[in-house]
């Protein structure tokens, strides 16, 4: 009797041991097959790698964006009334560019200042690559050549500006990817940021750029304004793409 109850309290427990080992063998490898993660984590992390941007993090990146370029329509009031301009579509690098000139004092514009400045270089090159392609997915390329004939006096005026040199022959192929595209872009947006160029002296307003601002100082505003409207009323590649909560279409 005594050898039997031995016998079987030898089975419950070897029976438990295997038990218990079957139990935690599967949070063991798990451990181990998450350590190199872990480790190459800490390791970008020590070697100061940027992670890449995911949804959520680029989400908060544009949301500063989004109250002005995705309404259609929009309109500021300084330093006058004026649309917002499209920036779907826009090249990359004229995005970046544009950002980083508010950011560092060549455009002079309170809001956009302050919200370039709360910007890194990677949310910029991130907010920049997102914008570029927003609304381009199966669209319409500009076409190679303008859509409309200018007038006589906006062809000496465009000659005169040499403009197709540095935007393109369609006004959405920039020579250059810091350049950007114009064609379609809003006529009095266009018209504000000419004469930008030519503003001098004034702490809130104005664009330093030595080639524009030489190429704007040549004209009245009356003659920047008909380039304005002819470039503006061109077919382009640039939107106003409506946030999904925003009401509205493409334009």
Same mark, same amino acid.
């Given at each position: 009797?005594?050898?039997?109850?031995?016998?079987?309290?030898?089975?419950?427990?070897?029976?438990?041991?295997?038990?218990?080992?079957?139990?935690?063998?599967?949070?063991?490898?798990?451990?181990?097959?998450?350590?190199?993660?872990?480790?190459?984590?800490?390791?970008?992390?020590?070697?100061?790698?940027?992670?890449?941007?995911?949804?959520?993090?680029?989400?908060?990146?544009?949301?500063?964006?989004?109250?002005?370029?995705?309404?259609?329509?929009?309109?500021?009031?300084? =330093?006058?009334?004026?649309?917002?301009? !499209?920036? $779907? *579509? &826009?090249?990359?690098? +004229?995005?970046?560019? #544009? %950002?980083? @000139? /508010?950011?560092?004092?060549?455009?002079?514009?309170?809001?956009?200042?302050?919200?370039?400045?709360?910007?890194?270089?990677?949310?910029?090159?991130?907010?920049?690559?997102?914008?570029?392609?927003?609304?381009?997915?199966?669209?319409?390329?500009?076409?190679?050549?303008?859509?409309?004939?200018?007038?006589?006096?906006?062809?000496?005026?465009?000659?005169?500006?040499?403009?197709?040199?540095?935007?393109?022959?369609?006004?959405?192929? =920039?020579?250059?990817?810091?350049?950007? !595209?114009? $064609? *379609? &872009?809003?006529?009095? +947006?266009?018209?504000? #940021? %000419?004469? @930008? /160029?030519?503003?001098?002296?004034?702490?809130?307003?104005?664009?330093?750029?030595?080639?524009?601002?030489?190429?704007?100082?040549?004209?009245?505003?009356?003659?920047?304004?008909?380039?304005?409207?002819?470039?503006?009323?061109?077919?382009?590649?640039?939107?106003?793409?409506?946030?999904?909560?925003?009401?509205?279409?493409?334009?």
């Amino acid at each position: 009797m005594n050898k039997l109850l031995t016998t079987l309290l030898a089975l419950l427990v070897a029976s438990a041991t295997g038990f218990a080992h079957a139990q935690s063998a599967p949070a063991s490898a798990s451990a181990a097959s998450s350590a190199p993660a872990t480790a190459a984590a800490a390791a970008n992390q020590q070697g100061g790698k940027a992670a890449a941007s995911t949804p959520a993090s680029l989400q908060a990146k544009i949301a500063m964006c989004l109250g002005c370029h995705n309404i259609i329509g929009y309109q500021a009031s300084f =330093p006058e009334v004026h649309k917002v301009p !499209k920036i $779907a *579509g &826009q090249s990359a690098g +004229y995005i970046e560019a #544009a %950002l980083n @000139a /508010y950011k560092g004092g060549d455009r002079k514009h309170p809001t956009m200042r302050s919200i370039a400045d709360a910007l890194s270089d990677q949310d910029i090159k991130d907010i920049a690559a997102y914008y570029s392609k927003l609304g381009q997915e199966g669209g319409s390329a500009a076409p190679a050549k303008p859509n409309n004939e200018p007038s006589p006096q906006v062809a000496k005026l465009l000659k005169d500006a040499a403009c197709v040199s540095c935007h393109g022959a369609n006004f959405s192929t =920039p020579v250059a990817p810091n350049y950007p !595209k114009v $064609a *379609g &872009q809003y006529k009095d +947006y266009l018209f504000v #940021a %000419l004469k @930008a /160029y030519k503003t001098e002296n004034n702490a809130a307003v104005g664009r330093n750029n030595a080639i524009m601002g030489g190429i704007a100082k040549q004209f009245s505003n009356d003659q920047l304004k008909a380039l304005a409207d002819y470039i503006g009323g061109l077919e382009g590649d640039l939107k106003t793409v409506p946030e999904s909560r925003f009401h509205g279409k493409e334009h």
